[in-house]
């Protein structure tokens, strides 16, 4: 199984052939949906595995930023909904948390470097429940 390939180029490995390709699927009983506490329970599980699906792609990036290099950064910065901006202890400095696509690290770390961004942090995301 392969998504992206990176496993495959560390290994010096090479596909020759795709056998299948495949999609999730969750499948539940009708009698079992029925049963409030079985819903309940089988809700959860979809909930999680959509979270799990949601996330796929995705990283994390958090960063400080000075307040007067904000703006300029917050303009380049995608995110999901709005980047999150908390206030640091200097009040001069704030942090800065997004989700992004994995693809565009590369890209946009640098632009964030050059707008004034430092302590650039990027972290795997597992779940995304929106």
Same mark, same amino acid.
């Given at each position: 199984?392969?998504?992206?390939?990176?496993?495959?180029?560390?290994?010096?490995?090479?596909?020759?052939?795709?056998?299948?390709?495949?999609?999730?699927?969750? =499948? $539940?009983?009708?009698? +079992?949906? *029925?049963?409030?506490?079985?819903?309940?329970?089988? /809700? %959860?599980?979809?909930?999680?595995?959509?979270?799990?699906?949601?996330?796929?792609?995705?990283?994390?990036?958090?960063?400080?930023?000075?307040?007067?290099?904000?703006?300029?950064? =917050? $303009?380049?910065?995608? +995110?999901? *909904?709005?980047?999150?901006?908390?206030?640091?202890? /200097? %009040?001069?400095?704030?942090?800065?948390?997004?989700?992004?696509?994995?693809?565009?690290?590369?890209?946009?770390?640098?632009?964030?470097?050059?707008?004034?961004?430092?302590?650039?942090?990027?972290?795997?995301?597992?779940?995304?429940?929106?």
């Amino acid at each position: 199984m392969t998504e992206t390939g990176s496993s495959l180029r560390a290994n010096k490995l090479r596909i020759i052939a795709e056998i299948l390709q495949s999609t999730t699927r969750f =499948i $539940a009983n009708h009698d +079992a949906y *029925k049963d409030d506490w079985k819903r309940h329970k089988i /809700d %959860d599980i979809v909930l999680m595995l959509r979270a799990t699906m949601a996330a796929e792609g995705k990283v994390g990036l958090m960063m400080n930023v000075p307040k007067n290099k904000l703006n300029e950064v =917050i $303009a380049i910065l995608p +995110a999901l *909904k709005n980047p999150t901006i908390s206030s640091l202890s /200097d %009040d001069q400095w704030f942090s800065v948390s997004t989700i992004i696509e994995e693809s565009a690290v590369r890209k946009l770390v640098p632009q964030l470097k050059s707008a004034g961004a430092c302590g650039i942090v990027e972290y795997p995301i597992s779940k995304i429940i929106e």
